[in-house]
Each structure stands twice: as structure tokens, then as C-alpha cells.
């Protein structure tokens, strides 16, 4: 069987998986304030400024955008369908969540950025750096650039422990979220990425060791 019939199944069924993602995202995208509230206005209901409902959406759809780039950088630099399939996975569902996030701060009538520090919701103190690596667990241009440069089981193993350092950020960055917001639509995706992030950590060491690498 030729490489491209390998891969066709895995790509179809992403296809589909991509499809009902959408369709969920605009069904959602449809629910707005009546036509007394638009869309852009803060109402009473929405989450203020400095909630960590707000930091947190606009936090966590800049570390995923990073988590999603790195994923279709390995896509392509490996043939091995475990990494692809895990690449698969978190484009999917993490270009997804970010989608979420974004329209929750439409509907709530907040920025989709802030000149405040990252990570100020959480009580931290984050200074840029000027590498790229704007939140803990993120990974600085030099990384992205030796990952663009590796290829097979190199490429592999440096995106399964730069992406496991992000997803352990990422993860914790969820856990304070689902402590602090306020809103159901936040808590409940905190907790969904939790769960989610936790266990692909889990399957990432494995990968890691059936690499014979350190993590």
C-alpha cells in the first residue's frame, strides 16, 4: 500500500470531524441578543473587563493559535501516523476551542486583545521576553525554527516535548479558569481542556520512550 493510501482514511475522517466541528461553531455563532441588544454592546449579563472569563479566552486562543502552528509544522515533516494523527487532533480541536473563545469575546462586546500583560486574570506577572514564548509553556521562535528545520524522528520528538510543556501550561492556565470564571461557557471548556490536555500529555511520554528520547 502506497503512503498516500495510508494516509487517505485518516485525512477523510479529519475531514469529516473538521465538517461537524463547523457546523457546531456556526450554530453557535448564531445564538446572539435579541435585536434591543447587538451583538457588540456589553450587556449586564456579560463578563467585565477584567474577568477571568475574558483573560482567559484571550489568553488561551494565543496559546493555542502556537499549539496549532507547531501541529501542522510535524504534519508535514513526518510520515509516522501516530504524530499525524495526534497533529490531526490538536488542529481540530484546538483551532476549534480558539474559534470559541474569539466569538464568546464578540458576543460579550471585548477586544479580542489586550495591552494588558498575559496572564494578569491569574494574579502572574509575565513579562515578554522578546523570543516569541509570550505565556509559560509556549515555545521561542529559536524552537519553532529548529522544529521547521528537523525532520522524521527528529522532528517528532521535538514536537512531542515542545508540545507537552505547552499542554502542561495550557492545562494549568484551565484549571485556574474553571476555578475563577464566571460564566458556564468558560468553566466548561476549562474543564473539557483539562481532561483533554491531560491525557494527551500521558500519550505524548509514551510516544516520547517509543522513541527511545528523554522526555
Do not use: C, Y
Not at 30 to 51: D, F, G, M, Q, Y
Not at 129 to 148: I, N
Not at 154 to 163: H, Q, T, Y
Not at 165 to 174: C, E
Request: aromatic residues 4%; hydrophobic residues 50%; proline residues 4%.
Amino acid at each position: 500500500m502506497t503512503s498516500a493510501a495510508r494516509v487517505s482514511r485518516p485525512l477523510v475522517a479529519a475531514g469529516g470531524a473538521v465538517l461537524l466541528l463547523a457546523l457546531a461553531l456556526v450554530a453557535l455563532m448564531l445564538v446572539r441578543p435579541s435585536s434591543s441588544a447587538p451583538a457588540t454592546t456589553s450587556s449586564s449579563s456579560a463578563p467585565a473587563e477584567t474577568s477571568a472569563d475574558v483573560g482567559f479566552a484571550r489568553d488561551m486562543a494565543v496559546h493555542h493559535q502556537q499549539a496549532v502552528e507547531m501541529a501542522f509544522i510535524v504534519r508535514d515533516r513526518t510520515s509516522d501516523m501516530a504524530v499525524r494523527r495526534l497533529a490531526f487532533d490538536i488542529i481540530n480541536t484546538q483551532a476549534n476551542q480558539r474559534g470559541m473563545m474569539l466569538g464568546w469575546l464578540e458576543m460579550w462586546g471585548r477586544a479580542k486583545s489586550s495591552p494588558r500583560p498575559p496572564m494578569e486574570w491569574m494574579g502572574h506577572t509575565v513579562t515578554p521576553r522578546g523570543d516569541g514564548a509570550l505565556m509559560p509553556g509556549m515555545a521561542t521562535d529559536a524552537e519553532l525554527d529548529a522544529l521547521r528545520a528537523a525532520r522524521g524522528r527528529d522532528a517528532e520528538v521535538r514536537f512531542l516535548r515542545l508540545m507537552t510543556a505547552h499542554h502542561r501550561a495550557g492545562a494549568d492556565m484551565a484549571q485556574a479558569a474553571s476555578a475563577a470564571a464566571g460564566s458556564d461557557e468558560i468553566r466548561n471548556l476549562a474543564s473539557g481542556m483539562i481532561l483533554g490536555q491531560r491525557s494527551e500529555i500521558a500519550l505524548m511520554a509514551d510516544m516520547i520512550e517509543e522513541r527511545g528520547a528523554a522526555a
